[in-house]
């Protein structure tokens, strides 16, 4: 348990410390006429946990509240028309994933809605993957082969006598 985690109550945020460093602030919610809990939902908290499972996120009681913007609002509603139930769950809480992991929240989300508005097809969560993520290359390093004329020398015990040459 930490002992000096402690939070201050603003009438806007809350701000989050540990120890005098501020560690995270979230907006403060209030409630509505007619609610009876109110939330504030980052879906940066849980949207890894929501990748491992995409198909939860259409019976989620606070779906609304999950997504961040009403451009994503819109995108869920167009999406989940036209693409089976599966593939729909699988494609918002993959471009949520996308927008967070790469900071593009705004950017990616008006830019899905343009193609939306502009009836063309919203692009696939590969095609999308490719673009963000894309292809990641294993850097070639070369690699020189150690002479074996070295290891007799460290086998007959006089390795402390031998000179250690850079190859580099």
């Given at each position: 348990?930490?002992?000096?985690?402690?939070?201050?109550?603003?009438?806007?945020?809350?701000?989050?410390?540990?120890?005098?460093?501020?560690?995270?602030?979230?907006?403060?919610?209030?409630?509505?006429?007619?609610?009876?809990?109110?939330?504030?939902?980052?879906?940066?908290?849980?949207?890894?946990?929501?990748?491992?499972?995409?198909?939860?996120?259409?019976?989620?009681?606070f779906?609304?509240?999950?997504?961040?913007?009403?451009?994503?609002?819109?995108?869920?509603l167009?999406?989940?028309?036209?693409?089976?139930?599966r593939?729909?769950?699988?494609?918002?809480?993959?471009?949520?994933?996308?927008?967070?992991?790469?900071?593009?929240?705004?950017?990616?989300?008006?830019?899905?809605?343009?193609?939306?508005d502009?009836?063309?097809?919203?692009?696939?969560?590969?095609?999308?993957?490719?673009?963000?993520?894309?292809?990641?290359?294993?850097?070639?390093?070369?690699?020189?082969?150690?002479d074996?004329?070295?290891?007799?020398?460290?086998?007959?015990?006089?390795?402390?006598?031998?000179e250690?040459?850079?190859?580099?």
């Open positions: 348990m930490l002992k000096d985690f402690w939070a201050t109550t603003y009438h806007d945020r809350l701000a989050f410390f540990i120890g005098q460093t501020l560690t995270s602030t979230l907006p403060r919610a209030y409630l509505k006429a007619g609610q009876e809990r109110g939330r504030c939902i980052d879906y940066r908290h849980i949207i890894h946990s929501l990748s491992a499972k995409p198909q939860a996120f259409r019976f989620l009681q779906q609304d509240e999950l997504l961040p913007t009403e451009t994503y609002r819109k995108l869920w167009y999406c989940d028309q036209p693409f089976q139930s593939d729909a769950c699988k494609w918002i809480v993959g471009v949520l994933r996308i927008a967070m992991d790469h900071d593009c929240e705004e950017a990616l989300g008006n830019e899905l809605v343009a193609r939306v502009n009836n063309k097809p919203l692009p696939t969560l590969k095609a999308l993957q490719e673009r963000y993520l894309g292809k990641k290359s294993v850097p070639m390093i070369p690699a020189r082969q150690q074996l004329a070295s290891y007799d020398h460290l086998l007959s015990g006089n390795w402390h006598r031998t250690v040459v850079s190859h580099v």
